[in-house]
């Protein structure tokens, strides 16, 4: 290490760039005092914030069974420490050496998580694995966000979160984990599938690709909101939430959080028709034509984004937004088919007006795939 270089020590107690280097600390985290600010939450952030956030003040070493997992620990500093370089806190001063250990540290642990006997330890991998596929996507690095994409799916089916029944009464559905304990767990379930979800589509689209989950198969209800769940809240049954969305015959489903999954929904299903528009001679694209009175839909269910919290406003500016972007893609495809849609809705599709809100600055992942789906599109 050159002379004058902070001595950092990695979480795990081997100094950065000497991995051999005999460990001088069991554990180097930020002091209690100091992790309030770091608790990193975003769209994918599916776990309850209240109870990890808890969690993650106790005094106690990483692995701790009271505690996250040491990946998922590892994430939501790195996730922390990507959005805070220009902070002036001690603990930030070294943030690029910082975030080059956790990286490294978190891809090592995640190995190892899923055999821990950590009591959580796959609830806690699938969400470290999605946070991490969002990091890498942000980053530009598009194959490994790929690649913890699927990883995170396929842990997501292995433990049946695309089949809830919405009721902790009912027998168990086939899952390798145990039955949630209450309302709490059940609803992290719930939003752990819906955040996979996105980040597979995400993952996908930047891509020029569809995602690779079978909708068919989705009988897991639509997300519902902090305050319902703070209200011990759990959406209604569902089955064949997905399809029933695509076909028209969805009833339920109306939180802001819903509304956001349901443009996911309808970005994928455009990156379809997309891929299939590339591939076929049919005049005009049924699926296009379609989606594009589904996107009707759901943008006149969408509430005015005056809402009072800074987090739903996002939200919905954001779920807007998608809806915009999927309406591009469609736009573009039924342009070069049929000439009646050039002049439908020339304000809705144009790219500018997305690109330039500053809205999605608060969401660098969805900011990041919105830019890079408009410009694949228009090659």
């Known amino acids: 290490m050159a002379r004058g270089a902070p001595s950092l020590t990695s979480f795990w107690g081997s100094p950065v760039g000497n991995p051999d280097a005999r460990p001088t600390q069991a554990w180097v985290e930020p002091p209690v005092n100091q992790r309030r600010e770091l608790f ?18 106790l005094p106690l070493l990483p692995g701790d069974p009271s505690r996250p997992s040491p990946a998922l620990t590892c994430i939501i500093y790195l996730w922390a420490l990507r959005e805070k370089r220009t902070s002036q806190s001690s603990w930030f001063t070294t943030s690029y050496y910082q975030e080059y250990t956790l990286k490294k540290e978190a891809l090592k642990r995640l190995c190892s998580d899923v055999a821990r006997t950590h009591p959580r330890n796959i609830m806690h991998t699938i969400q470290a694995e999605v946070l991490l596929s969002q990091y890498f996507l942000v980053e530009g690095k598009h194959l490994q966000s790929s690649h913890h994409a699927s990883l995170a799916l396929s ?19 086939n899952s390798n984990i145990p039955p949630p304990q209450d309302v709490f767990e059940e609803g992290e379930r719930i939003d752990a599938f819906w955040a996979v979800y996105a980040a597979n589509v995400y993952s996908s689209a930047i891509q020029r690709s569809p ?3 079978q909708h068919h198969i989705v009988d897991t209800p639509w997300p519902i909101d902090a305050l319902e769940h703070e209200q011990s809240l759990l959406p209604l049954q569902s089955h064949g939430t997905i399809s029933d969305f695509f076909n028209g015959n969805s009833t339920t489903g109306f939180s802001n959080h819903a509304l956001y999954k349901k443009a996911i929904v309808l970005l994928d299903q455009a990156m379809v028709a997309h891929s299939e528009e590339q591939n076929s001679e049919l005049p005009l694209s049924i699926s296009a034509v379609h989606l594009s009175s589904l996107l009707d839909t759901l943008q006149s269910t969408l509430p005015p984004t005056d809402h009072t919290d800074p987090a739903q406003r996002r939200l919905i500016a954001t779920t807007y937004l998608l809806v915009h972007a999927t309406r591009i893609i469609l736009s573009r495809q039924l342009e070069r088919q049929d000439e009646r849609w050039k002049s ?3 304000a809705a599709i144009n790219g500018n007006a997305i690109l330039n809100v500053e809205s999605l600055d608060a969401y660098p992942i969805v900011d990041y795939v919105i830019r890079r789906v408009y410009a694949n599109i228009n090659l």
């Open 40 to 57: 990193a939450s975003h769209i994918g952030f599916f776990l309850d914030h209240k109870r990890t956030f808890q969690s993650m003040m």
């Open 155 to 173: 842990l997501s089916l292995a433990a049946g979160l695309h089949h809830i029944p919405t009721s902790i009464s009912k027998p168990a559905y």
């Open 211 to 213: 995602s690779m989950l």
């Open 344 to 346: 439908r809705d020339p």
